[in-house]
C-alpha cells in the first residue's frame, strides 16, 4: 500500500534535489514472439515504466530467450529504477516519490539480481500512477540518500503507449478491462460508445457468462431502421466465451444473430434475435439498410434459392423478407 504524505518537506525537496538531465519521455514496444513489451522512460534517466503480456505468437518463452522475463500479471506495471538513483543491495521501505506537491511513501522495494534494477510493481489504475501521468514535477527522495528530480516532458503520452501496448495484448488475450482503465478500451467494434453499440456489447458479456474474445467484426453498423440513428447487429459467430459456451445458439453452422435497433430497442430492451448462416447489411433502394442471413442448405433447396440467403427490411414493426 503506497501513504500518501503533505508536508512542509516539499520546500526542503526543492532545495537538496539534483536536477537530472533534461530529457523527454519516450515510449517503445517490441514482440518477440513470447511476449508483447510497453515500455516508456526519459534515458538517458534510467527510470521505466514497463510491463509485458502474451504475444499472438504464443511462442514458448524458453525459445525466444525470455524465460527469465519477469511476466506482469493482467493490467500491471512495473515502476522501475537503477542504482544510480537509489543505491543499496537490499529491500528498501524509506523511498518518497513526490508527485507535485503530494508525497508517496512507496511499498518496499526489491532490487532485481538480474537487471540491476528496483522494482515495484503497480495497478495500472493505482492512483499514483494516474497522478505522475499528469503530474508537473517528480522528485524521488530516497531515504537519506540524494534527491533527484526528475523528467517530466512527454510522460502522459509515453506512458499511455506503453500502458496501451500491453493493454490491446491483454485484450486479445481474453483478459477483460477492468472498468477503471476504460480509457484504454477499444471503440465498441471499432467506433463510438453509442447506446446501441453499449447495448450489444453488454450483451456479450451476459450471453457467455464472463469474459469473451471478440473480433474485429462481432458488431455491423447501419440504419436498418431508418430512422437515421446507429443500429447494430451482434454477430455471435465474431464472439469466443472464455468461460464456458455462450448462451446464444451457435451450432456447426447457424449461429445467433441479435439485431439493436435504435427506434425499438429503447422501449423494449430487446433486441430482434435471429439465427442465420451468416449474417450482413445490404443497402436497400430506399436508403435504408436491410439484413441479408443465410439459410440452411435444407431450406435453400426446399425454396430454389439461388444464393442461399434471404433479405429481410424493417417495416417499422417488424423484419419482413423482401420479396
Known amino acids: 500500500m503506497i501513504r500518501i504524505l503533505r508536508r512542509a518537506a516539499a520546500i526542503y525537496l526543492a532545495l537538496v534535489a539534483t536536477v537530472a538531465p533534461a530529457q523527454v519521455w519516450v515510449a517503445s514496444k517490441a514482440d518477440d514472439g513470447a511476449y508483447v513489451y510497453g515500455s516508456a522512460s526519459p534515458e538517458p534517466v534510467q527510470l521505466w515504466l514497463s510491463c509485458n503480456a502474451p504475444s499472438a505468437t504464443r511462442l514458448p518463452p524458453l525459445q525466444v530467450g525470455a524465460h527469465e522475463e519477469t511476466v506482469s500479471a493482467p493490467y500491471t506495471i512495473r515502476l522501475e529504477f537503477s542504482n544510480a538513483l537509489i543505491p543499496g543491495i537490499g529491500p528498501r521501505a524509506d523511498i518518497h516519490l513526490w508527485v507535485g506537491q503530494t508525497a508517496y511513501l512507496l511499498p518496499q522495494l526489491a532490487l532485481n539480481e538480474m537487471t540491476g534494477v528496483w522494482e515495484l510493481t503497480l495497478s495500472m489504475a493505482d492512483p499514483m500512477l494516474t497522478a505522475m501521468r499528469a503530474a508537473d514535477r517528480l522528485v524521488l527522495a530516497p531515504g537519506r540518500d540524494q534527491a533527484w528530480e526528475l523528467p517530466v516532458q512527454g510522460l502522459a503520452g509515453a506512458a499511455k503507449t506503453a500502458m496501451q501496448t500491453c493493454v490491446d495484448a491483454?485484450?486479445?488475450?481474453?483478459?477483460?478491462?477492468?472498468?477503471?482503465?476504460?480509457?484504454?478500451?477499444?471503440?465498441?467494434?471499432?467506433?463510438?460508445?453509442?447506446?446501441?453499440?453499449?447495448?450489444?456489447?453488454?450483451?456479450?458479456?451476459?450471453?457467455?457468462?464472463?469474459?469473451?474474445?471478440?473480433?474485429?467484426?462481432?458488431?455491423?453498423?447501419?440504419?436498418?431502421?431508418?430512422?437515421?440513428?446507429?443500429?447494430?447487429?451482434?454477430?455471435?459467430?465474431?464472439?469466443?466465451?472464455?468461460?464456458?459456451?455462450?448462451?446464444?445458439?451457435?451450432?456447426?453452422?447457424?449461429?445467433?444473430?441479435?439485431?439493436?435497433?435504435?427506434?425499438?430497442?429503447?422501449?423494449?430492451?430487446?433486441?430482434?434475435?435471429?439465427?442465420?448462416?451468416?449474417?450482413?447489411?445490404?443497402?436497400?433502394?430506399?436508403?435504408?439498410?436491410?439484413v441479408r442471413m443465410g439459410v440452411s442448405q435444407a431450406t435453400c433447396a426446399e425454396r430454389g434459392l439461388a444464393e442461399c440467403a434471404l433479405l429481410y427490411y424493417w417495416d417499422g414493426l417488424r423484419l419482413r423478407e423482401l420479396p
Do not use: H, K, Q
Open 170 to 290: 491483454w485484450i486479445s488475450a481474453g483478459f477483460e478491462v477492468p472498468p477503471a482503465l476504460s480509457e484504454f478500451a477499444p471503440a465498441y467494434g471499432g467506433g463510438a460508445a453509442t447506446p446501441m453499440r453499449v447495448a450489444a456489447d453488454a450483451a456479450v458479456s451476459a450471453g457467455c457468462n464472463g469474459p469473451a474474445t471478440r473480433g474485429p467484426e462481432y458488431l455491423l453498423a447501419g440504419n436498418i431502421d431508418g430512422d437515421g440513428t446507429e443500429d447494430i447487429i451482434l454477430d455471435w459467430r465474431a464472439v469466443e466465451c472464455l468461460s464456458g459456451p455462450p448462451r446464444p445458439y451457435c451450432g456447426a453452422s447457424m449461429c445467433s444473430a441479435e439485431i439493436f435497433l435504435s427506434s425499438a430497442y429503447p422501449r423494449s430492451g430487446r433486441s430482434e434475435d435471429w439465427l442465420a448462416l451468416g449474417v450482413e447489411l445490404v443497402p436497400l433502394s430506399n436508403g435504408n439498410d436491410g
